[in-house]
């Protein structure tokens, strides 16, 4: 749905691919417009340090790949496997949450609000059976409203970690929910932080 962002042009010489990197995407909006669901200093700490972390990570990882590759090493090419799994699905995830959100908030265009409506009733059951899958993730992961091509039809369904709901169930992602994603919000105590979080949620739609 949303493609890691590399920069690419119609001229690129083999020298010229192997040096292009994964880019830290800009947000479509400032850090404070979010306010007061989300605080600034708390979108530029998951935009600007854990999300440009996850980018860096896997440009090392991708770096070591292709050196495992030239050496034909094929031990260090598994060993690689889940820091470009982690990292890349880091990169994926983040890049389609941040498209998903908005200050100035917006409805589902009609073919999807009927097909929601088809698979799930009504949008309030979609949103109930999407937050109550979130809620139940144990440690950290995701929540997603996917669709798939299979069957044609929507389903909701959690990753952990960041495992990329592409790359592991097939589905393509159209709405994710971080369960940790307020898990450093002002050292709140618990039942501070449960409201904070259900506001995060009901806000998100």
Known sequence: MYAIRRIVTSNVTKDQFSRLKYTLPELPYD???????????????????HHAAYVNNLNVAE???????????VNAQIALGPAIKFNGGGHLNHSIFW????????KP?????????????????MKK?????????????WGWLGYDKTSKCLRITTCSNQ????????????FGQRERQLNILLHCRATEHYCLIVKYRDSFY
């Open 63 to 73: 770096e070591k790949m292709k050196e495992a590759i030239a050496k034909c090493d």
């Open 109 to 125: 265009d009609s073919a999807l609000v009927k097909q929601i409506e088809k698979d799930f009733c009504s949008m309030e059951e």
């Open 129 to 141: 059976r999407l937050s109550e899958s979130t809620v139940a993730i144990q440690g950290s992961g």
């Open 31 to 49: 850090y404070k417009a979010l306010e007061p669901i989300i605080c600034a200093e708390i979108m530029e700490l998951h935009h600007c340090k």
């Open 99 to 106: 498209a998903n959100l908005s200050p100035c908030g917006g």
């Open 163 to 174: 495992d990329p709901l592409q790359a592991t169930t097939g589905l393509i992602p159209l």
